[in-house]
């Protein structure tokens, strides 16, 4: 699948439908995929939709939004829905429950309003329709626990073994699985209330007559049942006794959307164009082929079939990556060579792969649209080229889901019931074999795709072989060889005159180096870096040139909206003001009082069209600007092209008040490890009139193994439960990001598992660099405003692989994917080796001092 992100409605579309945000088991129960919105073609590309449409395309959509999910109506739908809103409801509409306070009240329609929500739409029943309340959960519905916990510190209560909610239908698994950690605990310290199924069920209605509307707005008076789905004749059946298609018939492709088939044929509409998910483009035009009758009066009678083979770019409009031409400096023709030679060492297998691919004559290749991104459809990871096409739905599945539905699917039956090997959530295996029109699908319905042409991975793979062949492939500079599998936390002996070693035994030895010091000799943080080693950096409060404190805030944004979290209960969240918000933040803090945090500010937009002035001050204060900044020649990322889907790493802010790192506290940021490696720069950390800090802990690359070992046993404890079957059920507990390590835990991790840390006290003016698959927490010790941003480092590549690969994994043990491939490793390291391949009269200089 190929989507990209949220483009602003067209005005036309002024009708839009909520699905219910309560719990509708129903509705969950069918979701074929994650939609949070869903919009219409435009009319004007519609062609031949009928309004008896509508009705059809509200069943399908409503099995697949689920939950706070929107539909947006097309002109001629609203026309339609205006004038008989009870009409078009979808056949397994679900009914809505009442209560005490709430009384069912039937939908008048208003024309002057353009937002319609689905609570008041599904309250429109037809009068066959009862609303029962029932005080016991239905088969459907699975009982919750109440009152859940968090994860390491439920109350006594709710400290019980996990086997207790093995009887729950929804979240059955497969034997010797592992459980969602949702299913188990709350994210966060809350209440969490068992929803009742109030009603019984219905049986389906026959659909009702609709009547038709004139583009007037003026009932027709005619009414036109629902139209029955028909099959056609396949490419076979309408042949000649030589094999060929007979005279009165002629092969089409298919050049618009599935939208455009009439109502008789909805079933053979892909998933995109059932659901109409923004930035999601139909899975089959110019893809599929159909069977028309010839003449004046052509219909489609045939089909749909796929051509033997293609080798031009065909779905899509095959875009040319624009690259980046500003960096922070001229290249040489060392640094390009050498940042290509780093990138073709790890992308020529996977070249050579491809190509493999493609040597079977049945590909068929569909181009890449540089602006979207193109994914797996079920464990979300970014798709290099090869890929398998559901002939029927249109979903794509990388190699290594499509091997997984063979290996586990048998054709015609349910999913296999007993996976010894697999940590596979049973929902995801079902997800992963159903298609359209509530039927499945396995191997047989695919077809194999690439989304990279032959010629392409020709002239890559030769490029490669040049950089990575005996005869120049010298031994890689110091600036990007990594040390001989160095013993965690070590450091060069020529570099431990920079070594910090904090008070006591709790905290392993760091580097803790004076910005000037570093920059002098950039080598060092080339060496450190390719060890993994954290690296904190002094001195940098001079170099920051805008004041990022409270007062400053307050001064240039006062009114600018934001939303803060409480940051022991992020369920507690609230609306507020920049000014509002930092009122707070500089008071003086009491017993009682909430720690609120605003993280990620501002959230949904990019910091340097957000704030420029605070961008640039940011990027021109760090050291290492070849590797650190977004424009570094040498960062990874900074090489990916202007007009594709770039992926967001900052810069951030991170404000949060004083918090402990006792038992019961969460921390400023709970344990994590970052997509990419990072710099985190503190700017301000006060504790009433005095200077303050926030509280790192990082843990080495090697130590992460052991680490788990420690939280698994913790939960084991926790739950009174054996720890394989703790291991069995629960998701990684790193990358959950749930846990706060508190002292008496780290007590025990020291003790127990010999695994210290690095403990950082960072304060004003320090910059933590932290390298890619660190995991890391953090709990300030004052109130304290911090700015963040990701890079990614030719040293870290096979960190960040690694880690992508962590959360791929972590998918299967959900019902729908829950992590992101949002670093685009794959696209992200080939765009950097053909950006840096480029001559080098095209790179400029970017001016940082702009601004």
Known sequence: MVNKKPTPTDPNHNITIHTPAHNLTKWTNKMASPHHLISTTPTSEIGNYQETDLRHRLEDTFTSIGPGGMLELLENEKILYQASPQSILPLDQPATTTTATSQHQPYQPNLSHSMISSSELSNQTDTHSQLINSSQPSADQPELFENLSVDHHPPP????KLTTIENTHENQQIPNQKRPIDDVYNPQPRKASVPKNTRAKKP???????????????????????????????????????????????????????????????HYRCSPCVGKQTGIICSFMLIRQWIWTRGSQKKIVGGPTFPPSTTQPSQLSYQAPKFPTEFNRLPTSQDLVELRRSLATILLPAVENELAWLEDPQVK???????????????SATLFGAAWLCSQCGAEACTRCFELMAEQIQIGQEV????????????????????????????????????????????LRG???????????????????????????????????????????????????DVNDLEADPSIFDRLWSAGLMILVTGMSHRLRKDWTPGYFMKEYPDAECQMIESN??????????????????????????????????????????????????????????????????????????????????????????????????????LHMDVADAVNIQTYA??????????????????????????????????????????????????????????????????????????????????????????????????????AADFVSPHSIERCIKLTEEYRVQNHERRKPWREDLLQINQMLLYAFMSSGRELEEFKVKNLNQH
């Open 686 to 787: 006060k504790l009433g009139d005095s200077e303050g800090c926030a509280l790192w802990h990082l843990y080495h690359a090697k130590d992460s193994q052991a680490l788990r070992e420690f939280l698994y046993q913790h939960q084991a404890d926790l739950y009174k439960t054996p720890v394989e079957e703790v291991k069995r059920r629960l998701d990684d507990p790193i990358h959950t990001t749930r846990i706060y390590i508190n002292a008496e835990m780290r007590k025990t991790l020291r003790e127990k598992y010999g695994v210290k840390g690095w403990e950082v006290k960072q304060k004003p003016g320090e910059a933590v660099f932290i390298p890619a698959y660190t995991a890391h927490q953090v709990c300030n010790l004052a109130n304290c405003i911090k700015v």
């Open 569 to 670: 209960n992020a369920q507690d969240s609230c609306p507020t003001t920049v000014k509002e918000f930092f009122d707070k933040f500089t008071k003086e803090s009491s017993d009682d009082q909430s720690v609120w945090k605003l993280r990620d500010w501002p959230p949904e937009a990019d910091f340097q069209s957000q704030f420029p002035d605070l961008f640039h001050d940011f990027e021109q204060a760090l050291p290492i600007p070849d590797i650190t900044t977004r424009f570094g020649i040498r960062n990874v990322a900074g090489h990916f092209p202007t007009n594709a889907n770039v992926p967001d790493l900052g810069p951030k802010m991170y404000i949060a008040m004083k918090n402990s790192d006792q038992a019961g506290s969460y921390g400023s940021t709970v």
């Open 157 to 160: 209560q709710v400290q019980r």
């Open 416 to 459: 296999t019931k007993d996976l010894p090997q697999k940590n596979i959530h049973i929902h995801w295996l079902q997800r992963l074999t159903s298609c359209t029109q509530k039927v499945t699908h396995g191997p047989s319905t695919h077809v194999k795709i690439s989304h990279i042409t032959d010629r392409e991975l020709d002239t």
């Open 204 to 266: 389906k209605q026959n659909p009702k007559n609709i009547s038709l509307i004139s583009s007037t707005g003026q009932s027709t008076g005619k009414a036109c049942k629902s139209t029955a789905q028909e099959e056609l004749q396949t490419f076979e059946e309408l042949c000649d006794l030589d094999g060929n298609l007979q005279s009165d018939y002629v092969l089409e492709l298919q050049t618009r959307k599935c939208t455009t088939l009439p109502a008789h044929l909805r």
């Open 463 to 513: 490029q490669m072989l040049t950089l990575t062949s005996v005869e120049s492939n010298h031994t890689l500079p110091p600036s990007t060889s990594p040390l001989e599998d160095p013993v965690p936390y070590s450091v060069p002996a020529d570099l431990e005159r920079f070594l910090y070693q904090p008070e006591g035994d709790h905290s392993e030895s760091y580097i803790k180096i």
């Open 365 to 379: 290749f569909i181009g890449r649209r540089i602006d979207l991104v193109t994914k797996c459809d079920y464990c």
